[in-house]
């Protein structure tokens, strides 16, 4: 929309006799021009004049999922690539002292789905600091913990079930 | 979920619903969603009801939608009712503003 003022007289250029240059003035017009667009949505060309009225709004919310995890995508290749180019720097930084080898590239893909609380990655990045020693120490506590909180649940839940029975 | 008029006539089960095509359909026929809706109540009023048949039954003789048409009860509730369906279906391909984005408005 142009910053024209509602009431002012409409420039030459603006708009035409009939609404502005383009704009469809009737239903029929306005739905014969969004018809290509619902196709490219995936719609067939059944389904968007003989299907039901509110089809046309899933089609442009798959639509937008669609493209958005396209974009994703986009980014994600973009981020492997750039891991891949990290990696294989030192090859391009020439020394004739020292005897250069790419760094491996990653023995994994990136994680996808459900990321990591911040404490998470606040411990996981202070394991990467430590020594061997101390990181198996880290890891030893870590697996005990666990283990802890899992007898803690199940003794839980075995008391419930116990007070469960004793209640019947 | 688009609104559907259902009732049964002569024993049998019908649907008025709109899809796009019946839009293009009323409007081929000269009504105007533009103009001030009961400037030609009678000709409005059979394109709009004979057209809602289009979508479920399209085979339908005209002689049996006019007799439906007497037989309906409170026809201006009826008639506003279908305009109003007519109406959303043709609105159906613009895109409702995205949360947060939405002003509210009040009819005074």
Redesign the interface.
């Known amino acids: 929309m142009d910053d024209s003022v509602v009431g002012e007289e409409p420039s030459l250029s603006g708009a035409a006799d009939s609404g502005r240059p383009g704009t469809p003035?009737?239903?029929?017009e306005?739905?014969?021009k969004?018809c290509p667009v619902?196709i490219m949505y995936g719609m067939t060309y059944r389904q968007?004049?003989?299907?039901?009225?509110?089809m046309?709004?899933a089609y442009?919310k798959a639509y937008e999922l669609k493209l958005k995890s396209e974009n994703e995508l986009a980014w994600l290749k973009g981020a492997y690539t750039y891991q891949a180019l990290c990696s294989a720097a030192p090859l391009y930084r020439f020394s004739m002292q020292n005897k250069v080898e790419a760094l491996p590239y990653l023995d994994k893909p990136f994680e996808l789905g459900e990321k990591k609380t911040a404490r998470e990655i606040e411990l996981d990045e202070k394991v990467k600091d430590m020594s061997e020693g101390e990181a198996n120490a880290y890891n030893y506590m870590k697996m005990f913990a666990r283990a802890a909180n899992a007898h803690k649940a199940q003794q839980a839940r075995t008391g419930q079930d116990r007070s469960d029975h004793a209640g019947r | 979920m688009s609104k559907v008029i259902s009732f049964n006539y002569g024993g049998k089960d019908y649907k008025l619903e709109y899809n796009r095509d019946a839009i293009r359909a009323i409007e081929r026929e000269g009504f105007s969603f533009s103009e001030q809706f009961g400037k030609k109540p009678f000709t409005e009023t059979e394109i709009l009801f004979r057209n809602a048949f289009l979508m479920h039954h399209s085979g339908i003789k005209s002689s049996t939608v006019n007799e439906i048409f007497n037989a309906f009860p409170r026809k201006t509730e009826l008639i506003e009712a279908l305009y109003t369906m007519a109406l959303e279906t043709a609105n159906s391909i613009f895109e409702e503003p995205a949360e947060g984005k939405n002003l509210n408005w009040t009819i005074q």
């Open positions: 003035t009737t239903f029929t306005a739905l014969e969004a619902y968007f004049w003989y299907g039901p009225a509110e046309v709004t442009r």
